[in-house]
């Protein structure tokens, strides 16, 4: 049997790629990886997330509406709090009363890493 980790698709190293440069307390969505990358979308994403996700921040690829990753919410929760990912509160009537991540002021555009993280941090 061999040690060796088998070799990441192309493109599933590419969208890692992308999810590593956005800055802590920053998002970006599926959609906004796909159309970075200018090529495939949001389910492509989605795909490469859902299968190697785990070896990066998984919880900065978000979904558009904002809703928090089912069933890792609680983990998810915990790197936006820790990294002080803008939220809101779910409304009133809300199954598990689960903040959303603030889109408008938590979504990256790829550009100069926030909060001063330096210079250079383009992708």
Known sequence: MSDEVPELPEYAERV????EHIPAGRVMTYGDV???????????????????GGV????????SDGALLAGHELRALQH?????????????????????????????DGGAAADGAGEGAHI
């Open 80 to 108: 936006y709090r820790a990294e002080g990912t803008p939220l809101r509160q779910a409304p009133p009537g809300a199954e598990g009363h689960v903040p959303r991540l603030d889109m408008r002021r938590a979504r990256w």
């Open 56 to 63: 990066g921040p998984w919880w900065r690829v978000v979904r």
């Open 16 to 19: 890692l790629e992308v999810a």
């Open 34 to 52: 796909a159309e970075w990358l200018g090529v495939g979308g949001p389910r492509q994403v989605g795909r490469v997330m859902a299968l190697y």
